[in-house]
């Protein structure tokens, strides 16, 4: 096919001038970072949106955490973990991303022995005025569950 | 410079650090690797895989109801 010929619906015409790749080879290409929404994600999300409803340090709010968290882990222990991709390295990707939890816990430790009040305070003081919010603990809430969905999908 | 500040800025710098770390690993920087990677790993043992169970758990009681 030469370079611009379109008779072919498949093929791409700015694809075809470098390397006569066709649009069903670039649909079946892995998508890196951004894959289409689905309905688990808007569960996700009519989830989030209706446990952000409920402030924190309430018992509605205890459940609403509670819930997911029981059901993750439920789920996690009846299915089996997928294997590492062939290229991963786990010993140093958990050693650097241990190192990255342990500055940061030590770091929440000097916060909460320095006086854990508005002067001094740990990361759950900093984020009170967000997640006093709607919209702040909607976000939490999405991402938080969002992790939970990741780790049992692993 | 108040101690709010320097606490602020503190948890800040660590975020960042994750974050660099996070967007080096996924521009291909193979020193660096994915907080998902390092997660995966953790849930292929026993102890990880708890460990890392009860980190959530605890970030979402924590955070979102406690």
């Known amino acids: 096919m030469s370079n611009g010929d379109t008779s072919d619906p498949h093929t791409l015409w700015w694809c075809s001038c ?11 290409r892995p998508q890196v970072g951004l ?9 996700t999300v009519g989830y989030a949106s209706l446990a952000a409803l409920f402030t924190p340090l309430s018992a509605p709010a205890a459940v609403a955490v509670l819930l997911p968290g029981v059901l993750v882990v439920v789920l996690r222990a009846m299915r089996p973990v997928g294997d590492l991709p062939r290229d991963a390295r786990p010993y140093r990707a958990a050693a650097q991303w ?10 929440w430790l000097v916060a909460f022995l320095w006086g854990n009040d508005p002067e001094h305070p740990t990361l759950s003081l900093l984020l009170d005025p967000v997640l006093e919010t709607y919209p702040g603990r909607l976000l939490g809430y999405t991402i938080w569950l969002g992790a939970g969905r990741w780790l049992v999908t692993r | 410079m108040s101690p709010y500040a320097v606490i602020a800025t503190g948890f800040a710098l660590v975020v960042v650090a994750m974050l660099g770390v996070q967007l080096a690993a996924a521009a291909g920087q193979r020193r660096f690797h994915r907080l998902g990677e390092a997660s995966h790993a953790a849930l292929t043992t026993r102890f990880g895989s ?14 979102l109801a406690r």
Do not use: Y
Not at chain 1, 35 to 43: I, L, Q, S, T, V
């Open chain 1, 35 to 43: 894959r289409r929404p689905d309905r688990w994600d808007a569960a």
């Open chain 1, 98 to 107: 241990l190192v990255l939890a342990v500055v940061g816990a030590l770091w």
């Open chain 2, 50 to 63: 708890w460990a890392v169970l009860l980190l959530w758990l605890w970030t979402g009681f924590h955070f």
């Open chain 1, 18 to 28: 470098t390397d006569g790749t066709t649009l069903a080879q670039v649909l079946k």
